[in-house]
C-alpha cells in the first residue's frame, strides 16, 4: 500500500450534487425479455479454438474471442489470485458485464461455488437495499467458474488513486459510510460475515465525475486538479471470502491493514471483525491513506495501541501469542520488539485518533471521531454493530 502523503487541510468548498441518480440501466426483468434466439446465436458466434490454460490457471484470451457464443470480451478490468474480470457484451440482454473468470484450480473452484452460493443467497432477499452487487449468471466453461456481474464503475481505492490520495469531503464520506453500513447490516442478518472488507471491494455504481481544484497547495502557478464522482452510489463485492456464521471459520480473516485485534490474537472472530474494518476504511476515505501501513503483527498491535490506547488486559491474557507479543503477559513488546528503526518510526509517526481525524476533518469531526471509536472499539464483544452505527448521529446530519 502506498504511504500516507501530507495532506492541508481541505479549504470549505459550496456542496455538489454528491447524489446525482447514475445512469439508468435496464431492470433484470427487461434484460431477460430482451434475449434473442439462443439457438441463433450459436451458430452466428463460435467459442475460440481450445487452447492450454497459462502456468498459474488462468483463462488464456484474445480481446473480441467470445467467451461461450452469448459473451464477447471487450477489456480486462481486473485481476487477483482468484482469477480476471473481463468487460464482456452479453449478446442475449444487449448490456455490457463483468465476468469473473476463476483459475482452473481446485481450490479457487471450490470457492467460486461458495460465492456463488452466497451472491444467491443476497440476491435472493434483496428487496432493492442489500447495496451488493447482483449476480446475473453463472456458468462452468473450459474447467472455469465463470460469474456474470452488473458492470459498476471503479472501486473506491483506484478512486484515490487516481487522485494521488487527496481524501473525499467528509460529506460524501458520509454517504459512502452509510451505504456500506447498511450493506453490512443486510449480510449480518443473513448470518453472512464479509471479512474482507476494504476499499478495493467497494465499488461507485457510476463512472462519471467532475474535476475540482485540487486539495493539495503546489509550488508552480499551473492549476491541479483531482476527480469527485457524481453519484455516491456504491455497491459491495468480492463475497469469495464470506463465511456463514454458524459454520467453523478460518484462524485468519480480512487484508492485513483492516484486521480486527481479535483476529492478530488468535481469540476467534465474527461478525463484529467487519465493523472494525468499516471504521479503517472511514479513516481512509477521510485522509487519502491507510491507517494501520504495517504487515507484521507486533508492529500493528504496536501502532493500534499508539492511535487508540492499550489493549485490554483480559484479551491480552487469552491471547495466543501472549508471550511473543507480550511482556509478562501485559505490556507489548515494544519498541524492544522492533525488527527496526523504521518500523520503530512508523510507529512514532501516529497519532491519537482524534488528533488523525482533527488534522482532515473539519465540519462533524466530532461525531465522526465518537463514530470511528466505536467502531474501533478493542473487545468485539463492545464493539457497535452495523444497526446501531447507522442509528449514530453522524449519519443524522442533513444533507
Same mark, same amino acid.
Given at each position: *500500500? ?6 492541508? #487541510?481541505?479549504?470549505? #468548498? ?25 439457438? $441463433? ?9 481450445? &487452447? /492450454? ?14 467467451? %461461450? ?7 480486462? *478490468? ?42 444467491? #443467497?443476497?440476491?435472493? !432477499? ?13 456458468? /462452468?466453461? &473450459? ?8 458492470? +459498476?464503475?471503479?472501486? +473506491? ?29 443486510? *449480510?449480518?442478518? @443473513? ?22 481544484? !485540487? ?24 463475497? $469469495?471470502? %464470506? ?23 488468535? @481469540? ?8 472494525? !474494518? ?5 479513516? =481512509? @476515505?477521510?485522509?487519502? $491513506? ?13 501502532? *493500534? =495501541?499508539?492511535?487508540?490506547?492499550? +489493549? ?27 525488527? !527496526? ?41 463492545? &464493539? ?16
Amino acid at each position: *500500500m502506498v504511504s500516507i502523503m501530507e495532506k492541508e #487541510r481541505t479549504r470549505k #468548498r459550496p456542496r455538489l450534487a454528491w447524489d446525482a441518480a447514475p445512469p439508468p440501466s435496464i431492470p433484470p426483468a427487461q434484460r431477460i425479455s430482451a434475449v434473442v434466439g439462443h439457438e $441463433g446465436i450459436e451458430k452466428k458466434y463460435a467459442s475460440p479454438p481450445r &487452447r /492450454d490454460d497459462d502456468r498459474d490457471g488462468h483463462y488464456v484470451f484474445n480481446l473480441g474471442e467470445n467467451l %461461450t457464443p452469448r459473451y464477447k470480451i471487450l477489456s480486462k *478490468m481486473g485481476e487477483g489470485t482468484f482469477g480476471r474480470v473481463l468487460e464482456c457484451w452479453d449478446r442475449q440482454t444487449r448490456d455490457y458485464v463483468a465476468i469473473k473468470v476463476i483459475r482452473s484450480i481446485k481450490k479457487y473452484r471450490d470457492a467460486a461455488m461458495i460465492e456463488v452460493d452466497v451472491l444467491e #443467497r443476497l440476491t435472493k !432477499s434483496d428487496v432493492g437495499c442489500s447495496r451488493c452487487v447482483q449476480i446475473l449468471n453463472w456458468f /462452468d466453461y &473450459r474447467n472455469h467458474i465463470c460469474i456474470v456481474f452488473e458492470k +459498476l464503475g471503479p472501486s +473506491l481505492f483506484d478512486f484515490l488513486k487516481r487522485n494521488k490520495y487527496c481524501p473525499f469531503p467528509v460529506d460524501l464520506v458520509r454517504e459512502f459510510g452509510r451505504q456500506l453500513l447498511e450493506s453490512v447490516a443486510y *449480510m449480518h442478518e @443473513l448470518r453472512l460475515i464479509h471479512t474482507d472488507l476494504k476499499p478495493e471491494n467497494i465499488l461507485l455504481v457510476s463512472s462519471d465525475y467532475v474535476k475540482l481544484p !485540487s486539495c493539495k497547495r503546489v509550488l508552480s502557478d499551473e492549476t491541479q486538479y483531482r476527480c469527485l464522482p457524481k453519484s455516491s452510489a456504491i455497491k459491495l463485492i468480492d463475497f $469469495g471470502s %464470506t463465511a456463514f456464521a454458524n459454520q467453523s471459520h478460518s484462524s485468519i480473516v480480512s487484508t492485513r491493514h483492516y484486521r480486527a485485534p481479535e483476529v492478530i490474537l488468535g @481469540l476467534g472472530w465474527s461478525s463484529p471483525c467487519d465493523l472494525w !474494518s468499516v471504521g479503517c476504511i472511514l479513516i =481512509e @476515505l477521510c485522509t487519502g $491513506g491507510a491507517l494501520f501501513q504495517t504487515h507484521e503483527n507486533l508492529e500493528h498491535l504496536a501502532m *493500534m =495501541e499508539r492511535v487508540l490506547g492499550p +489493549l485490554p488486559q483480559h484479551m491480552v491474557q487469552r491471547s495466543k501469542g501472549v508471550e511473543k507479543y507480550f511482556k509478562r503477559g501485559s505490556r507489548l513488546r515494544w519498541p524492544e520488539g522492533a525488527v !527496526s528503526r523504521e518500523s520503530i518510526n512508523a510507529v512514532k509517526k501516529l497519532g491519537h485518533l482524534k488528533d488523525i481525524i482533527s488534522s482532515h476533518v473539519e465540519s462533524s469531526r466530532s461525531l465522526l471521531t465518537d463514530l470511528l471509536y466505536g467502531l474501533l472499539t478493542y473487545d468485539p464483544a463492545k &464493539r457497535i454493530t452495523a444497526r446501531e452505527a447507522l442509528d449514530h448521529p453522524f449519519f443524522r446530519i442533513p444533507t
